[in-house]
């Protein structure tokens, strides 16, 4: 299979689309946590209360509310290799927890991956929605959706004063998480980025790598979510993240002009380099892949490098995983193979488009 054959096939619709401010925030998500009424929360349920769940979630989406939502797909951990389930994570469809729930775990995925619901992860239920760009209002519609039409079918655990019931306390209430992941190599250039995130952090929101919470941020990538779920109602936890990331994209936006009016020389040199290193390296690690893709795409938002597709970055963010590349050359890869194979995917990908730098 050629390689533009397997992204066609692999990636999800927010991998491959664009959307609003789509320079600085890749994906906009919201994920909302629900359990059923009368069951024990996962980490206590035992094998029947588990399959209980998968059985009731099963017969929900194949019940006209959520059928009137999309095609949907329910898939059993069990059912997945390791190395399947690997993939799903690295697209960001499933977490890390579930895909070692290879008992108990469930995905029901829409046929256009935007929508994946995972099952008896943490809880119950997990709804969540990736969209392509600044989306959080249209990320949340859309979970809301799904999560009325399966309420329709499922009776959800709810307490009149604290809402909501979920088995970290930090989700009880609404249970909605809402995050985006953010590309800000201006802020990190500048220096200005630890201040920012600092003041992030005091108005109630957390700031973690490209994997959430434990993970680390390379790329210059940050995801930027809320933190309180309890006291507040969804549109203003929605509204409170907005009007932060609003004002981490213009800062920005400032910080990129400054550079390019200040160090311009030095940034296309940075950027030139990057581009070289990608397009013709024989190894490269996935530190150092995200890192050269975070100043190509930095060079093509400033006009720097012109015919390399803008969803470069989000393309090959997950592409170069490690699952996914053993996925691509259809065998077990170990990581120093993985680096030799990641060099070559990147090299090849780079050739299908048409490139010119300028400087």
Known sequence: MSLSDFLQRAMSR??????????????????????????????????????????????????????????????????????????????????????????????????????????????????????????????????????????????????EKYGYLTACPTNVGTGIRASVMM???????????????????????????????????????????NQITLGETEEEIIGNLQSVVYQLIEHERNARQQLLQRNRTQLEDRVSRSFGILAYARRMDSRETLERLSDVRLGIDLGIIQGVSAGILKELMVTTQPAFLQKYFSRELSASERDVRRAALIRERLRLDDTEVHG
């Open 183 to 225: 590309h800000l190599p201006g802020l990190v250039l500048s220096g200005s980025i630890n201040r920012l995130l600092s003041a992030v952090s005091q108005v109630g929101l957390a700031v973690r790598g490209i994997y959430g919470e434990g993970s680390e941020s390379f790329g210059n990538l940050f995801q930027v979510s």
């Open 14 to 159: 927010w991998m491959r689309d664009g959307g609003p401010d789509d320079d600085i925030v890749l994906t906009s998500r919201i994920r909302v946590a629900r359990n059923v009424q009368g069951y024990p929360f996962p980490i206590l349920q035992t094998d029947s209360h588990a399959s209980d769940v998968i059985e009731m979630v099963g017969k929900a989406i194949e019940a006209a509310p959520v059928k009137e939502l999309g095609q949907y797909e329910l898939i059993r951990c069990r059912d997945l290799s390791a190395l399947d389930r690997q993939v799903l994570v690295e697209k960001h469809l499933i977490s890390p927890d579930l895909a070692e729930q290879e008992k108990h775990g469930a995905v029901v995925l829409r046929d256009d991956e935007l929508v994946s619901i995972m099952v008896n992860e943490e809880d119950h239920i997990r709804i969540q929605c990736i969209l392509p760009g600044m989306r959080l209002d249209d990320a949340w519609k859309l979970a809301t959706s799904i999560d009325d039409a399966l309420e329709n079918k499922l009776v959800y655990a709810f307490h």
